[in-house]
C-alpha cells in the first residue's frame, strides 16, 4: 500500500501511476473536503463553474503532458490574454509596443523600434540581485513603477528588493504585437472543468480516497493498518508541517481571498482577467471565468483576489531568508526518502509550479521509482 498525502495536482498524477503503470495499492487523503487541490472548482449558485481558489489556465510546451493530461478530459482551446488597467487605460500584458503607445504616446511600430525603446529605457544589470533590478534590467523605471512596482507590494506585501529575482523574471515582455499572455503550443481548458478531469484520474480499482483526513490523524489507526505501515509515503503539502517536531522554524507563504460576484449580465471584462496595480484599489486582479470556459449564461461571476499573509499557502516568498531555511528541510527530506517518504509539488519542494509543470514533476518521480 501506497499513501499519497493530498489529492492535488501531484497527489493525483502519482496516485494515477502507481496504479496504473505499477499495478500498487494507494491511498489518496486530503484534509479538504474535496480533491483538485487549490484547482478545485465547482457551478456557483448561478450555474457558473468557477474556481475556488483563483483561476488556472492550462499551457505547455511539453508534448507528455498534453498527451497524459487529455486521457482524462477533453479539452477547449484558449489562449489567456491580460490586460492592466494603468492611468486610466486597459493596456496588454505582457509589455508589448501596444502597452508602451497607450501609455506614452509613442508611434512603436516594428520590433527594432521596440528593441531601441527598451534599451533606452532598460538599465544594464546583468546579474539582478533581487526583484526590483530585475523589473529594470527587463522593462525600466517608468514601467516598473507604472505596471509592477505596486502590483508586487500587494501581492507579497514587501517591496520588491527585498524579493529574490525569480519572482520579477517571470515578467513577460515582447518586441512584437503578440498579446497572448502564453505562447505555448498547447493552450486549453477541460471542458467539464478540473474537478471532473481528477475525478476521472482517481478512478481506479486500486485508488482509495478519504477526504477530510488529516495526515497526523492516521496515528491514531491501529497498527496493523496498511495506512499506519505503507511502503511508500508520497507527501505533497508543506514540508515544514511535515518536519514540525524539529522546530526549526515555519517557511513564508502567501495567501489570497477571494470575492466572488454574480453580476445580471453576459459578460462584464475585455479580457478574462484585469490587473490592478494601483495601490488604491485593494485587490490585484479581476477574473471573470466564463470568458475561459465558453459557458453561455445571462449572467456572468466574477472573482476578485485579496492578498493576505494568512490562509491557504499558494505562493512560496522567495526571500533570502526563506531559501536559507528551506535548504534546512531539503536536507532533512534527503534523509526522510532513504525510508521512502518522498516530498512532491509546490507546497512539499517549496517552489512554484506553473500546472504543466505540476505534471511534469509528478511523472518524473514516479518515472524514477518504477
Known amino acids: 500500500m501506497n499513501l499519497v498525502v493530498g489529492a492535488g495536482i501531484s497527489g493525483c498524477t502519482i496516485a494515477r501511476e502507481l496504479a496504473e503503470r505499477l499495478g500498487e495499492e494507494v491511498l489518496v487523503i486530503d484534509k479538504r473536503d474535496h480533491i483538485g487541490g487549490n484547482c478545485y472548482d465547482y457551478y456557483d449558485d448561478a450555474g457558473i463553474l468557477v474556481p475556488k481558489y483563483g483561476p488556472h489556465f492550462f499551457h505547455t510546451n511539453d508534448s507528455r503532458v498534453w498527451e497524459y493530461v487529455q486521457g482524462f478530459s477533453s479539452w477547449r482551446p484558449y489562449e489567456h490574454r491580460v490586460l492592466s488597467l494603468v492611468d486610466g487605460r486597459l493596456v496588454p500584458v505582457p509589455v508589448n509596443p501596444t502597452t508602451v503607445n497607450r501609455l506614452f504616446g509613442t508611434d512603436i511600430r516594428t520590433e527594432d ?30 514601467l516598473y513603477e507604472k505596471m509592477f512596482r505596486n502590483y508586487t507590494k500587494k501581492q507579497w506585501e514587501m517591496e520588491p528588493a527585498e524579493l529574490a529575482p525569480e519572482v520579477m523574471n517571470r515578467i513577460p515582455v515582447r518586441t512584437t504585437r503578440e498579446d497572448r499572455y502564453f505562447t505555448d503550443t498547447y493552450q486549453a481548458m477541460p471542458t467539464r472543468g ?21 495526515y497526523r490523524q492516521l496515528a491514531s489507526r491501529p497498527s496493523s493498518s496498511p495506512a499506519r505501515n505503507p511502503s511508500r509515503i508520497f507527501f505533497t503539502g508543506r514540508i515544514d508541517r511535515y518536519f514540525h517536531d524539529r522546530n526549526i522554524g515555519d517557511l513564508q507563504y502567501r495567501s489570497l481571498e477571494f470575492l466572488h460576484e454574480t453580476l445580471d ?31 453561455e449564461s445571462p449572467k456572468t461571476t466574477i472573482i476578485k483576489e485579496f492578498p493576505r499573509s494568512q490562509g491557504e499557502p499558494y505562493y512560496p516568498v522567495f526571500s533570502p531568508g526563506n531559501l536559507q531555511l528551506f535548504e534546512q528541510y531539503r536536507s532533512l527530506a534527503a534523509s526522510e526518502q532513504k525510508k521512502g517518504v518522498f516530498f512532491v509539488g509546490r507546497l512539499a519542494e517549496y517552489k512554484y509550479f506553473n500546472m504543466d509543470q505540476a505534471f511534469a514533476n509528478a511523472l518524473a518521480l514516479t518515472d524514477r521509482i518504477r
Open 194 to 214: 478540473y474537478t471532473a478531469l481528477f475525478q476521472t484520474m482517481l478512478d481506479h480499482p486500486l485508488i482509495s480516497l478519504e477526504l477530510n483526513r488529516d
Open 265 to 295: 449580465t453576459p459578460r462584464l471584462q475585455e479580457a478574462a482577467t484585469i490587473n490592478y496595480p494601483s495601490p488604491e484599489v485593494p485587490w490585484t486582479r479581476i477574473t471573470e471565468p466564463k470568458l475561459a470556459t465558453g459557458q
Open 113 to 142: 523600434q521596440m528593441r531601441t525603446w527598451l534599451g533606452e529605457n532598460t538599465e544594464p544589470i546583468t546579474h539582478p540581485q533581487n526583484s526590483e533590478q530585475a523589473a529594470l534590467a527587463r522593462v525600466g523605471r517608468v
